[in-house]
């Protein structure tokens, strides 16, 4: 059901369509006994609802007590973990019910991984680990904007490991305007946890040069950690801290499906989760669910890992989905620049059905200030269905469903 293909069909269609709504909380009383669905004592009440009276449902529902823990499309076009669902698996009658448990076993947060296997801060600023750079390849093509970086470390003979989503500690040689060692500082780590050579032993890093224009004096600035990084020699010895974070850690569910939303450097912990996802051939991890990619850039030679990205398209057109928004070369409905939120309002009806999934995760990672286009997308199709994206949206954070990661 997903194919390459993005547009609005989902919006077109919906006018026909009818959805089944998984709610919890209903409990048999006075006020439930006048609802056509009868209510079990305990579990999901799945109810179906045409799409024209989504709005009045869902605050009927609200009214009683009700929680909608789950939407899907009914038919067709149903999403279900980024497969086409026969009609009848959805629900086969208006009151269908199933048990309490497999709604929260559903509910497998990434904040729910075990603390103890999470590592973090196992080097820290007083004592680094030195680590050699193995290699320092150029990610941005021909007639791209900037310099970004895939630059590899070698880890072999140290106890330094870590999980996808997670951030690396650099400290830049020299010392600062005061003559003090520069701070590290973080960059996403974008391999998996084996690695790129998938021996355990290697971790990368996706790093942009800093460049900029000094607002007085209209020089051209270099970025101090980005500039080592960048220009730095295969074979040099550089100085590492942590791992670090826990909030851009995958779930360890495989039937979660996985939004991810990045402007340009911010594909680095989303190649690690594609890399784990599709490309390496884990044992415990097997991934079904659905993966969606926005990837903003300005120009398409800044398509980071553009030939990966397309060839796991074309691989798995059924469970990676890639949408990119490119600036100063697409146009956006009104004949403006083609930013991520524009793709996201393109297809909005999609992933409100899709983040109301309990098994939907949503990260972000890129640009500080890119999370409000994404709001506002996601503002107006909830808006549609009567419901308040801010408070929709800090269920979503509660839930350890909605993740953030922006510098
Ligand atoms: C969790 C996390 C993950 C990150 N991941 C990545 C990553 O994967 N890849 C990546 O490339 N970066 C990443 N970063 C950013 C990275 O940590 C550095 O901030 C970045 O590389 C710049 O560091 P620098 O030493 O080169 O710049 P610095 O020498 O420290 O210069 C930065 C300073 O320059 C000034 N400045 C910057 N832009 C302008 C401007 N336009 N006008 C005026 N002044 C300006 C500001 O004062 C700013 O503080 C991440 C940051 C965080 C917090």
Known sequence: MYSSSIGGAANTQAGSRVFVYEVVGLRQNDETDKTSYPIRNSGSTFIKVPYSRMNQEMQRIARLGGRIVNIQPLGVDSVTNGKAAPAKSQAT?????????????????????????????????????????????????????????????????????????????????????????????LYSIASTRHGDLVDDKTISLCVRQLEY????????VYGVCSSYLCNLPVGSEVKVTGPVGKEMLLPDDEDANIIMMATGTGIAPFRAYLWRMFKEQNEGYKFRGLAWLFFGVAYTPNILYKEELEQLQEKYPDNFRLTCAISREQKNADGGKMYIQNRIQENADQLWELVQN???????????????GIDEGMSSAASKHGVDWSDYQKQLKKEGRWHVETY
């Open 358 to 372: 309990p098994k939907t995760h949503t990260y972000i990672c890129g640009l500080k200030g890119m999370e409000g």
């Open 93 to 185: 009658s208006e009151t269908e019910s199933k048990p309490m448990q497999s709604t929260d076993a559903t509910k497998t947060t990434a904040k729910e991984k075990h603390k103890a296997d999470i590592p973090v801060n196992l080097y820290r600023p007083n004592s680094p680990l030195m680590v050699k750079c193995l290699s320092n390849e150029e990610l941005v093509r021909e007639g791209g904007e900037g310099t970004v970086r895939h630059v590899t470390f070698d880890l072999s003979g140290s106890d330094f490991r870590y999980l996808e989503g997670q951030s690396l500690g650099v400290i830049p040689e020299g010392t600062d305007e005061k003559g003090k060692p520069h701070k590290l500082r």
């Open 213 to 220: 224009k000094h607002p007085e004096t209209g020089e051209k």
